[in-house]
C-alpha cells in the first residue's frame, strides 16, 4: 500500500515537471478520441466474491469518478480503461466484485463526477477499492498513444473505511487526480500514475439530487461539483503540501533552495527536480522536440547534500521515492539545499527523416525554471522562477 502511494507521488514531481504555468502555451485542438463506453460484465475475479442483492433498498453503495488531471502541455484527453473494480471488505479479508468494466475520458470531468458502479453489498466496513487491468491513451498532438499505467491497477485507500447499511444508498467519490508523465526515450511514450484518495458520501442524494440513481448510472450524466456539498471536502483533500519552498537563486554555476517544513510532522525529503522550459527559438524545430520541459534530477541525501542522477528514467525516480532515505525535517525546520556544478539539460529532437538528436541546452537568463521537491510522507512542492 506504502509502495502503491508512494509511485503515485512519483508522478507528481514528474508531470509537475510539465505543468508549470507558462508565458505562452502552443494552441490546442480537439483530440481524436477513441470509442468510449461504460458496460457492466460477467463472472468475478479470483479470491473474490460477487455482489448480491436484497435487503431493504435496491443498492446501498455507488462509486462515482472525478478528475483533476495535471498533464503535459498539447495533452487534449485522457481515457481511462478497467476491466473491474473490487472493493475490501475489512471482516473476513474479503475482495468483493462489483462486476463493473469501463472507460471514462478524465479531462472531461474536472469538477464534474460521474457514476460508475452501484451495486448491492453486504453491511459491514470496507477499507480499499482496486481498479484493475487498468490501461490507459492519451491524447498528445491530436494522436492517441497508449499510456502505461504501473501494475496495472488504480488502488484507492478508504480512510476511515466506509460503514455500508442495508437500509440506505451510501457513496463513494473517488478523486483520481492521475499524473501524466513523459516516459523518456526517442519514442513519445507516457506514463499514468494517480494519486486517488476517496470521499465518503453517507447518502447518495446529496450527489443526485432528486434524480433516480438508475437513470443517473445507465445514461452516464455528468454531475457538477461546485454546488454539493462534498465540493469543500474535494478541495481539501487536494491540498498535500506539506514544505514550502522560500528561496530560490539559479545561476550557471548551481543553485540553492531553502526550505521549511510548515507541517506538524517530520519529513523525508528524497528527490529535487530543476526543470527548463526549452526556449521558442525556432517553430519548425519545436514542433518536434518532446516535450518541452527538459530537467535534472537530484537525489536528497541524509545530511541534505545533492547528488546529480545521470540517465535519468522513471524507474530511477520511483525506486529513490519508494525505497530511498533523504533528509528528514523537523516541524518549522529550515534547511537550504545547495548544488554546485554546470547547469545543462539534454533533450531529444525527432527530425521527419527519423532521425534523432540528443542535444544539450546550457544554461540561459530569460526563461523559465522550476524547482519540484518530492519526498514522504506524500511531499510535494514547486517553485517557478523567472532567471533575468
Do not use: C
Not at 141 to 161: C, D, F, M, Q
Not at 320 to 340: C, D, K, M, R, V
Not at 348 to 371: A, L, N, S
Amino acid at each position: 500500500m506504502k509502495r502503491a502511494i508512494s509511485i503515485a507521488i512519483a508522478v507528481i514531481v514528474i508531470v509537475a515537471i510539465s505543468t508549470i504555468a507558462y508565458v505562452e502555451l502552443m494552441n490546442m485542438q480537439g483530440p481524436t478520441s477513441p470509442s468510449s463506453t461504460s458496460s457492466q460484465t460477467s463472472g468475478t475475479t479470483s479470491q473474490t466474491t460477487t455482489a448480491t442483492g436484497g435487503g431493504q433498498v435496491s443498492y446501498n453503495f455507488a462509486v462515482f469518478m472525478t478528475d483533476p488531471p495535471i498533464t503535459p502541455p498539447n495533452v487534449t484527453a485522457i481515457y481511462l480503461s478497467y476491466q473491474n473494480i473490487l472493493i475490501h471488505k475489512e471482516e473476513g479479508d474479503n475482495w468483493i466484485s462489483l462486476n463493473q468494466s469501463g472507460e471514462l475520458e478524465l479531462m472531461g470531468l474536472v469538477n464534474f463526477t460521474q457514476m460508475i458502479s452501484l451495486a448491492k453489498l453486504p453491511e459491514g466496513d470496507y477499507n480499499l477499492l482496486r481498479f484493475i487491468n487498468a490501461s490507459a491513451i492519451v491524447t498528445y498532438e491530436n494522436k492517441n498513444y497508449t499510456a502505461k499505467v504501473p501494475s496495472g491497477e488504480v488502488l484507492v485507500r478508504i480512510e476511515p473505511p466506509l460503514s455500508l447499511k442495508a437500509n440506505a444508498t451510501a457513496a463513494l467519490v473517488v478523486d483520481l487526480a492521475p499524473r501524466i508523465v513523459f516516459a523518456g526515450g526517442n519514442d513519445t511514450s507516457f506514463m499514468l500514475v494517480p494519486y486517488a484518495k476517496a470521499i465518503q458520501v453517507s447518502n447518495v442524494t446529496e450527489i443526485i439530487g432528486n434524480q433516480k440513481i438508475e437513470d443517473v448510472f445507465k445514461m452516464h450524466i455528468k454531475i457538477s461539483l461546485r454546488n454539493t456539498t462534498i465540493f469543500p471536502k474535494l478541495i481539501t483533500l487536494r491540498e498535500f503540501e506539506k514544505i514550502e519552498i522560500l528561496n530560490v537563486t539559479i545561476s550557471s554555476n548551481g543553485f540553492n533552495v531553502t526550505i521549511k517544513n510548515i507541517s506538524n510532522t517530520t519529513v523525508d525529503l528524497k528527490l529535487l527536480i530543476l526543470a527548463a522550459k526549452i526556449p521558442l527559438i525556432s517553430p519548425t524545430v519545436i514542433q518536434n522536440v518532446f516535450p518541452d520541459l527538459m530537467f535534472m534530477a537530484f537525489k536528497i541525501t541524509q545530511n541534505g547534500s545533492l547528488e546529480l542522477l545521470s540517465n535519468v528514467n522513471s524507474t530511477i525516480l520511483l525506486n529513490i521515492l519508494i525505497n530511498g532515505t533523504g533528509l528528514n525535517l523537523q516541524p518549522n525546520e529550515t534547511a537550504t539545499l545547495s548544488y554546485h556544478g554546470q547547469i545543462q539539460f539534454n533533450f531529444v529532437i525527432k527530425h521527419e527523416d527519423g532521425k534523432v538528436e540528443t542535444p544539450i541546452m546550457e544554461f540561459q537568463r530569460g526563461i523559465v525554471y522550476v524547482v519540484t521537491i518530492l519526498g514522504d510522507p506524500e511531499v510535494y512542492a514547486r517553485a517557478i522562477v523567472l532567471v533575468k
